[in-house]
């Protein structure tokens, strides 16, 4: 393959990853669970950084997802930026990052999130797909606690118990930042 042939393969693939990711968020919101179910690999890995949620498979993704849709109401997820950086040829895998927030009903109240998915992607036979989507969470409040949430480290309230943010606190960077500066 030339390197113009090489440019306009990754381009496409770079394209067919995001659709991937818009369809993940459409048929979330749209509760079409069997195009979700095809969104992943047979060994796709489906989990949240806070360790509440893990499922590895297609049927136990799927199984998951009816867990998570017995709480939630109506929703409207929003990606925003998406990273994707290829691996070894750029043919088979990939990783990415994706920013976006959601907005929700969970247990009878308005919620809105801002989150992120780190995720690795497989080539198969069928296109990309997701091998691997971790959620994490800037914030997950009541609509009513969302105008200082920023303020407080607890700012996930999906749950009975508040519990700390998945980001940005915990990273090596902010945290790196945060002591150059004095502040940790």
Known sequence: MNGLEARVARLEAESQIRQLIAHYSFDIDDRKIEAVRSLFTEDG??????????????????EQYHGRFDVLGPGHHFMHDVQIDFTGDGKSEATGRVSGHAELMRKGQMMVAGLRYADRYRNTEQGWKFAEREISFLYYVPLSDYPDILLK??????????????????????????????RA
């Open 45 to 62: 890995v489906l989990k949240s950084a806070d360790g509440v949620m893990y499922a590895k498979g297609r049927d136990a993704i799927i």
């Open 153 to 182: 480290p607890d700012r996930n309230r999906a749950y009975d118990t508040p519990a700390l943010a998945d980001f940005p606190e915990h990273l090596p960077s902010w945290i790196a930042y945060e002591r150059s500066r004095g």
